[in-house]
C-alpha cells in the first residue's frame, strides 16, 4: 500500500496482530506511527514488537526504531540485540515501550529510561495573543529555509544531522504543500524565527510536530499562541483530536497543560544517539574509537527540537525525542 499524507497507515494491517493493535490503542504511538508513515516509513508487526523503518531517512533515530508492546519490558539485553539484529548498521538505539520497564535494568544496560506523556484536545486551544513585536505566518518559501537553519543550528555539526534535518524538513513541507499538515513560525522584528510548530492531519486526529521557541524568545506566550493557531487549522478541516506528546520534565508538558490540553497516559522509551554493540562482535571502528559508547552524542537525535541548546545537559536529544 503507498502511503499518502491523510491516509498515512495502514491500520487494517497492523490490526491483524496484536502488537499492531496495542501500538494502535496508544494516541501516541497511533499518530507517531501515521506521521512515520506519511515519511515513508514501513512497520512490520511482529508477535510482541514492532519494526520501524524510514528508508527515505535512515539517519532520522526514531523513524528506525523498535515498539516492545508487549512481553519482558525489563529484558534490556535481549530487546537491545533484537534492535541490533534488525539494525544491523545502526549506532543508534531508539526503542519505545509501552509498559513501565524497571529502570535499573536499563541503566544496567547502559540506558536512561524517558518518560513521555500524551496531551489530548477536543475542542481548539484558545489562543493567547501574539506578543508584541512578532508576526505570526503559516511556513512558506523562504520561512523554510530559515526554519531548516534553526534546525541545522539546534543540532550537531555533522554529516548525518544535516542530513536527516534536511529530507525531514522536505518531508514536512511537502506535507504541508499537499495540504496535509500546516507549520506555524513566529517572526522576530528581524524576521528570524523565535518559535515554531507544526501540525499533521492523520485523518480524525491531528498530531503536533516540533514544538519549539529559541532562548532569547522563551516564556512570552509564543508557544501557546501557536498551539492555538494549529488547533484552529486541524479544527476547521474536521479532525476530532488533537494529540501532542511531551518529554515529561521538559518544559513541553507545562505548557501543554497551561495551555489547556488534557493530560494523558505516560509511556517511556530508551535511547541513545551512539551506543556500542551490547553483543562482544565489536566492529573494528568500534575499536578504533570511530563510535562513542553512550548516550553522549547529544543533538545526533533526530527528534532534536530546532531550539534545543545542544550544550545543556538537558537538552531534548538526550531525550526519547518523539514528544512535540
Ligand atoms: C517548551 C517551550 C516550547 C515553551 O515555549 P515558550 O514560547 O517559552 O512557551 P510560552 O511562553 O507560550 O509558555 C506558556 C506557558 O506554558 C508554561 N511553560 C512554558 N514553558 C515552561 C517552562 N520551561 N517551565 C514551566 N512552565 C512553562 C507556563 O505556564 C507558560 O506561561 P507563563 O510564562 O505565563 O508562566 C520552549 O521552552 C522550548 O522550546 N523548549 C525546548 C524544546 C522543547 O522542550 N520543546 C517541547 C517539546 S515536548
Same mark, same amino acid.
Given at each position: 500500500?503507498?502511503?499518502t499524507p491523510?491516509n498515512?497507515? /495502514?491500520?487494517?494491517l497492523?490490526?491483524e496482530s496484536a502488537?499492531?493493535?496495542?501500538a494502535?490503542a496508544?494516541a501516541?504511538?497511533?499518530? !507517531?506511527l501515521?506521521v512515520?508513515?506519511?515519511?515513508?516509513?514501513?512497520v512490520?508487526?511482529?508477535?510482541?514488537?514492532?519494526? @520501524?523503518?524510514t528508508?527515505?531517512?535512515p539517519?532520522y533515530h526514531?523513524?528506525?526504531?523498535l515498539?516492545v508492546?508487549?512481553g519482558d519490558?525489563?529484558?534490556a539485553?535481549g530487546w537491545?540485540g533484537?534492535?541490533?539484529?534488525?539494525?544491523?548498521e =545502526?549506532?543508534?538505539r531508539?526503542?519505545g515501550?509501552?509498559?513501565? /520497564?524497571?529502570?535499573?535494568?536499563w541503566?544496567?544496560?547502559g540506558?536512561a529510561v524517558?518518560v513521555e506523556?500524551?496531551?489530548? #484536545?477536543?475542542s481548539?486551544?484558545?489562543?493567547?495573543?501574539? /506578543?508584541p513585536?512578532?508576526?505570526v505566518?503559516?511556513v512558506r $518559501?523562504?520561512?523554510? +529555509?530559515?526554519?531548516?537553519?534553526?534546525?541545522?543550528?539546534g543540532?550537531? +555539526?555533522?554529516?548525518?544531522?544535516? *542530513?536527516f534535518?534536511?529530507? *525531514?524538513?522536505?518531508?514536512?513541507r511537502?506535507?504541508?504543500?499537499?495540504?496535509?499538515?500546516?507549520?506555524? =513560525?513566529?517572526?522576530?522584528?528581524?524576521?528570524s524565527v523565535?518559535?515554531?510548530l507544526?501540525?499533521?492531519?492523520?485523518g480524525?486526529?491531528a498530531?503536533?510536530?516540533?514544538?519549539?521557541t529559541?532562548a532569547?524568545? *522563551?516564556?512570552?506566550?509564543?508557544?501557546?499562541?501557536l498551539?492555538g493557531?494549529? !488547533?484552529?487549522?486541524?479544527?476547521?478541516?474536521?479532525?476530532?483530536?488533537?494529540v501532542i506528546?511531551?518529554?515529561v520534565?521538559?518544559?513541553?508538558?507545562?505548557?501543554?497543560?497551561? #495551555?489547556?490540553?488534557?493530560?494523558?497516559?505516560?509511556e517511556y522509551?530508551?535511547?541513545?544517539?551512539?551506543?556500542?554493540? !551490547?553483543d562482544?562482535? @565489536?566492529?573494528?571502528?568500534l575499536?578504533d574509537?570511530?563510535?562513542?559508547?553512550g548516550?553522549?552524542?547529544?543533538?545526533?537525535e533526530?527528534?532534536?527540537r530546532?531550539f534545543?541548546?545542544?550544550?545543556?545537559? =538537558?537538552?531534548? $536529544?538526550?531525550?526519547?525525542?518523539?514528544?512535540?
Amino acid at each position: 500500500m503507498t502511503a499518502t499524507p491523510g491516509n498515512p497507515l /495502514p491500520r487494517p494491517l497492523l490490526l491483524e496482530s496484536a502488537a499492531g493493535r496495542r501500538a494502535l490503542a496508544s494516541a501516541s504511538w497511533r499518530t !507517531s506511527l501515521a506521521v512515520l508513515r506519511g515519511y515513508g516509513a514501513e512497520v512490520d508487526a511482529r508477535d510482541d514488537h514492532l519494526v @520501524v523503518r524510514t528508508p527515505a531517512n535512515p539517519d532520522y533515530h526514531w523513524g528506525n526504531c523498535l515498539v516492545v508492546t508487549s512481553g519482558d519490558v525489563d529484558d534490556a539485553g535481549g530487546w537491545l540485540g533484537v534492535f541490533e539484529r534488525e539494525f544491523p548498521e =545502526a549506532t543508534h538505539r531508539a526503542l519505545g515501550l509501552l509498559r513501565r /520497564p524497571d529502570e535499573r535494568a536499563w541503566q544496567e544496560a547502559g540506558l536512561a529510561v524517558e518518560v513521555e506523556r500524551t496531551f489530548t #484536545a477536543l475542542s481548539p486551544i484558545t489562543p493567547a495573543p501574539v /506578543p508584541p513585536g512578532y508576526r505570526v505566518t503559516p511556513v512558506r $518559501g523562504l520561512v523554510w +529555509d530559515a526554519l531548516l537553519r534553526v534546525e541545522l543550528a539546534g543540532g550537531p +555539526d555533522t554529516a548525518e544531522h544535516r *542530513r536527516f534535518a534536511t529530507r *525531514r524538513l522536505a518531508a514536512d513541507r511537502a506535507w504541508v504543500e499537499a495540504g496535509h499538515a500546516e507549520w506555524f =513560525a513566529a517572526l522576530a522584528p528581524d524576521d528570524s524565527v523565535a518559535s515554531s510548530l507544526g501540525i499533521v492531519d492523520v485523518g480524525g486526529e491531528a498530531r503536533y510536530q516540533q514544538v519549539g521557541t529559541g532562548a532569547s524568545h *522563551r516564556r512570552r506566550g509564543l508557544a501557546r499562541h501557536l498551539l492555538g493557531a494549529a !488547533s484552529e487549522w486541524a479544527f476547521a478541516r474536521g479532525v476530532r483530536q488533537l494529540v501532542i506528546v511531551a518529554d515529561v520534565g521538559q518544559g513541553g508538558d507545562l505548557l501543554y497543560d497551561a #495551555a489547556g490540553f488534557t493530560p494523558g497516559p505516560v509511556e517511556y522509551g530508551v535511547y541513545a544517539a551512539s551506543m556500542a554493540r !551490547s553483543d562482544k562482535s @565489536v566492529p573494528d571502528a568500534l575499536e578504533d574509537g570511530v563510535y562513542s559508547a553512550g548516550n553522549t552524542a547529544v543533538g545526533r537525535e533526530p527528534g532534536l527540537r530546532a531550539f534545543g541548546d545542544v550544550n545543556n545537559a =538537558a537538552a531534548p $536529544g538526550q531525550a526519547p525525542g518523539r514528544g512535540a
